[in-house]
């Protein structure tokens, strides 16, 4: 898989950006002659012995892992894999320096903060050491069946979001649920013993974080057992060391939201339903130009005030509000998809809990353009799921009247439920614009935010990387703490 981004990818400003604009993710070194990537690959399948294990593959423990930290004895952890990358430490185009940051520990964080789509899995193969040591599991998974169904019922130990925490996938009689506890991840992988139907019906009691699948099997009759276990089965891991997993969707329709930015609705298969939590994002993966590229974007509902009541444990369906960019890289190439079309999507991914909202009083949101989106369902919980929330603020910036989505349904929502406020500020407002102009600065957040004696608050902040960092230190400033303000990376 080639996921290489170009001097386009992510655009400048974009908030898939962690640095500013105009400021490159991370610093390149000058590499030595013979060193290019192409070096590193002949040099990897040369056949030498870049682990040290002589082709072996062990399980390494956190203690283990920390002993191997040296400049000429490294090891780190990406997604629960251990890799010895001394042999790449001279190919590196970050640098040692870069490198050695993440030495003898988990280097997950640090890697997808610079390059989350590299395939570092084939470009390490031969630097693999092992698997992290799993840790013992916190949530019980138990399978039955009757004579004419597969029951597998799992339960989390813990209270479920309305919004849910499940994915599922059956394909080929392979059988994958992953549910996502907070920064944790559960999942259960089998071969079933027969075959069934290609339809999952999922039920979720989450007062009692229960999950329930019910799969038709296709001749009815007694199994020996229910199915074979397969890579990673039972597993209780941190999220971030999950390796993606993508499933086929199909475009089913495309509604215009304003002059360059629309919802498309994704429809899953008939073996697949995915409950996105709130806050969490996708990856959508598409062919441009003979290349894979890979590129985040955070679901919203349908409407942000719904005609008819949604079941939000469906998950049939997904809803992706996505600006299209004419210079960039990947938007133009989902503008030109059809309905029937088909993208690669990918389970939900981010670390955003919703664990800090619990007790708070006061929800204040800072959004600028398409920062826009994971506010869209924060909106929705705090007025309908989230009893303690007195208020919700959304502050709005764009750049004109024009690119402000979803104004109408944020207007009629805001006259007709007094806990819900929104105000709008333009960069370029057009003549006789009654509402606030410029950019974020101090004395317009002194305005907007405030902490009423007894209140809880929390602040959330979304946008191009450039006002998502000045917007949290401006906030910061103003004496929020760290633990009351959570920022949206992409």
Known sequence: ??????????????QQRVAPAGQSGRNKVALKPGHSLMDWIRFAKSGRDHTGLRGRLIEVTEEELKKHGRRDDCWTCIRGMVYNVTPYMDYHPGGEEELMKAAGKDGTEL???????VNYESMLKECLVGR???KPLAVKGTKTHTYSTVNIVVYTKRKIPRSGCATIDLQGGVLRLEALLGNMSY????????EVEGSVEVQTAGSVGKIQLSIPKQAKGKWASVGQPLEFHNSFLRQKDRALHYRDCV???KTEVNHNTSVFRLQLGCGSVMHVPVGKHVYLK????DAEVVK???????????VVPVDPTHGSDLFLMIKVYPDGL?????DTLHIGDHLMVSGPEGPFSLRPLRDVTHLYLLAAGTGFTPMARLIQLSLQDLGSIKSTKLLLFNRQEKDITWRSQMDELAATDQRFQVEYVLSEPGDGWPGQKGRVEQSMLRDFLSRPEGSRVYVCVCGPSAFTELTEELVRQQGFSQEEVHTFQG
């Not at 890697?111 to 789509?117: L, S, T, Y």
């Not at 598409?286 to 130009?289: A, L, N, R």
């Open 1 to 14: 898989m080639l996921n290489v981004p170009t001097q386009s990818f992510p655009a400048a400003g974009s």
């Open 111 to 117: 890697f997808d903060q610079v390059h989350r789509w």
């Open 132 to 134: 992290m040591a799993v």
């Open 187 to 194: 999942m259960l992988h089998l071969r079933l013993t027969e």
């Open 251 to 253: 475009l089913v329709s």
């Open 286 to 289: 598409t062919q441009v130009q």
């Open 296 to 306: 985040p974007y955070t679901p919203v509902e349908q409407s942000l005030i719904p």
């Open 330 to 334: 990947f938007t133009p190439q989902l």
